[in-house]
């Protein structure tokens, strides 16, 4: 569960992760600053080696593996940035890697995990299907299953994102994170509430995949459907551990619809010469909808920029 990740959990995995992963930077976004009325700092986690953050808590999490547990080969699902970090990871540990994707993952993201060597699964109708195929596959074959959201060691690597974030901009008041499945959020908010508690911590998420929001207000797991989005990186349904994370790591949550998540990509292309994909163009666009109740100053993740050249040409039209 939530506190099952410490900050020290979080300061090992930087260390582990010092030669492999950017330094992404952490740069004032001044148009969008200006537009909202925030002084709003962007997480260039879309600059990361594999275009996300996902490469970090992927990596720490195989090795983190007994040499006994991963010396064969590992398996995980994927909406596609965790499976591009899992893809280079198991490439550097020279063991092989199953990913199992939807069949409306991204090409890029796609493209990479191949160029990495990994065997893809793309016969799944959407992610929580490719979940459940993944985990059978695990079983059926007696190999590693890389949880994409949860386990101390992926998490922890996820929370380097926000040990960064204090190192460099050491007075920041709010962060806003994208939500999915709990990963990110999980591991940031681990290291910020030990270390930084006063940090107010805000998720965003489409409507289009906006479990973790709906199962807070409920109190409980509630199922979503599976419906198209631009924030495809956030898909899916969510479980105890993930609703657990959301209760203790948010502070607020905000929903936003497709049409802002576009409007965010577009903004920040344009004004903000910063390519994200729309998972992570989710904070931009809670922000340009002005609901937030952010304290400056105000860091927004930018957690991944893998998009099809096609949709961002859609979305700049």
């Not at 479990?211 to 924030?231: F, K, N, Q, Y």
Request: aromatic share 4%.
């Amino acid at each position: 569960m939530f506190a099952d990740v410490t900050a020290s959990d979080v300061r090992r995995a930087a260390d582990r992760l010092g030669n492999v992963v950017r330094r992404t930077a952490l740069r004032r976004a001044p148009r969008l600053s200006e537009r909202v009325g925030h002084d709003v700092w962007l997480k260039l986690e879309s600059e990361q080696v594999t275009g996300s953050f996902k490469i970090r808590g992927a990596y720490n999490a195989i090795a983190s593996l007994e040499p006994s547990d991963g010396a064969r080969a590992v398996v995980t699902a994927s909406a596609g940035n965790h499976g591009r970090g899992v893809a280079l990871a198991a490439q550097r540990f020279g063991i092989a890697a199953t990913i199992f994707v939807p069949r409306t993952a991204p090409r890029v993201k796609i493209d990479g995990m191949r160029e990495c060597g990994a065997t893809i699964d793309a016969d799944s109708a959407h992610y929580d299907e490719a979940h459940a195929r993944a985990l059978a596959f695990a079983k059926a074959h007696h190999i590693t299953y890389i949880d994409p959201c949860a386990g101390t060691a992926l998490v922890a690597g996820q929370g380097t994102v926000a040990l960064e974030i204090v190192e460099q901009k050491p007075d920041v008041a709010s962060v806003i994170v994208p939500v999915g499945g709990g990963g990110l959020v999980g591991g940031m908010g681990a290291f910020l509430r030990a270390t930084k508690p006063d940090v107010r911590i805000i998720g965003a998420q489409s409507a289009n995949t906006s479990a973790m929001a709906r199962s807070l207000e409920a109190g409980r797991i509630v199922d979503v459907p599976v419906l198209p989005t631009l924030a495809d990186g956030l898909a899916g349904a969510i479980d105890e551990h993930g609703l657990d994370v959301g209760r203790h790591a948010l502070d607020e949550m905000i929903v936003v619809e497709e049409a802002g998540v576009s409007a965010a990509i577009a903004f920040l292309a344009r004004e903000e010469s910063v390519i994200a994909e729309g998972s992570g163009a989710v904070g931009v666009a809670a922000l340009l909808g002005g609901s937030t109740q952010a304290v400056d100053p105000l860091v927004v993740v930018i957690s991944g920029g893998n998009i099809d050249a096609e949709v961002l040409s859609r979305v700049m039209a």
